[in-house]
């Protein structure tokens, strides 16, 4: 099946720093979701992203849509404990009427107080 | 309050045993989603379903399968065809509009004895 490009694949950094990831396809998307995974939980939404060039914040989190349609990019400002988790970008086409999602390989965030 | 609820929260399966993982949801969602996450890796489609007495497989159907009696609840069976099922997986739900969010259950963890 088709996959997301997600970078890096594991950060490990000094509680106040900020953090940046990335995903990237070779294919065009309608939709780009950021979701956080605590371990031994389910994937909760962090934000989600609805037009190419859209830049949302949710406290310290903010992502945007790629103006190609082809990326999107999650920063978190000052990072603090709680923010240890996976971190997992998802598209979605829109045009296919099935409602799938295609998810990247996740980010294992780490952060040392 | 509404959500979507998947028991057990951990299994343990014997060789050539079919168990069965429940997924229930009071979100009146039509689409319900099953997901399989292996360490390091990210979400890989089981089965998915838009609407009662419907679905279709994903990329990862091989040893799988689901029933749609209930708009609410969409259980799916780990066969004993399923040679490598140790893993969490993950059910979700969605509106069912195109590229909608997918609300996530809290997993379940299957072993192998």
């Known amino acids: 099946g088709q996959q997301l490009n997600q970078s890096p694949q594991s950060m490990f950094i000094q509680e106040g720093e900020d953090v940046s990831m990335n995903c990237t396809s070779s294919s065009i998307f309608n939709t780009w979701l950021w979701y956080k995974q605590d371990p031994g939980e389910g994937p909760v939404l962090l934000i989600a992203l609805y037009k190419a060039g859209e830049l949302t914040s949710n406290g310290r989190l903010t992502a945007q849509f790629g103006i190609t349609r082809k990326d999107s990019f999650l920063n978190i400002s000052a990072s603090i404990p709680s923010d240890v988790g996976i971190y997992f970008c998802?598209?979605?086409?829109?045009?296919?009427?099935?409602?799938?999602?295609?998810f990247g390989q996740g980010t294992t965030l780490q952060v040392k107080p | 309050d509404g959500g979507i609820t998947q028991s057990p929260k951990y299994l343990f399966r014997k060789e050539g045993q079919n168990v069965t993982l429940s997924c229930e949801q009071n979100?009146?969602?039509?689409?319900m989603y099953w997901y399989r996450q292996d360490p390091g890796q990210g979400l890989r489609l089981i089965y998915y379903s838009q609407i009662v007495n419907d679905f279709q497989k994903g990329d990862i159907a091989e040893g799988y399968s689901v029933s749609r009696e209930k708009k609410e609840s969409f259980p799916l069976t780990v066969t004993s065809a399923q040679k490598n099922p140790t893993a969490f997986y993950l059910c979700?739900?969605?509106?069912?509009?195109?590229?909608?969010?997918?609300?996530f259950g809290a997993g379940t963890r299957l072993s192998v004895l």
């Open positions: 979700a739900s969605s509106i069912g509009e195109l590229a909608g969010i997918q609300y």
């Open positions: 979100l009146n969602h039509d689409a």
């Open positions: 998802a598209g979605g086409h829109g045009s296919s009427n099935t409602g799938k999602l295609i």
